[in-house]
């Protein structure tokens, strides 16, 4: 997610979750499932956590590949 907006960590990695909240481009229900997944306290519940975090990025790096232009092919 910093990547995709551009960002990277400033406060230190305490701080995290509350740069993660203000970054401007998010995947629905980002915060929460990142929430769940460093609260997790069972083996399943990080599996489950960090399975639906990674499927909503997922989403999201595939709706921002077709607003990226593709590279232009050089001629010979």
């Known amino acids: 997610m910093y990547l995709i907006n551009k960002s990277y ?3 230190g990695s ?4 509350e ?3 203000r970054m401007r481009e998010l995947p629905i229900g980002f915060p929460g499932h990142y929430r769940r997944l460093i609260e997790a306290d069972t ?5 489950e956590s ?5 499927r909503c990025t ?8 077709y607003r990226v232009k ?3 092919k050089l001629d010979s």
Do not use: C, F, N, W
């Open 9 to 11: 960590v400033s406060l």
């Open 14 to 17: 305490r701080h995290i979750p």
């Open 19 to 21: 740069e993660i909240e």
């Open 43 to 47: 083996l399943r519940s990080i599996k």
């Open 50 to 54: 960090a399975t639906s975090l990674l």
């Open 58 to 65: 997922g989403e999201k790096i595939e709706e921002i590949k």
């Open 70 to 72: 593709g590279k232009k």
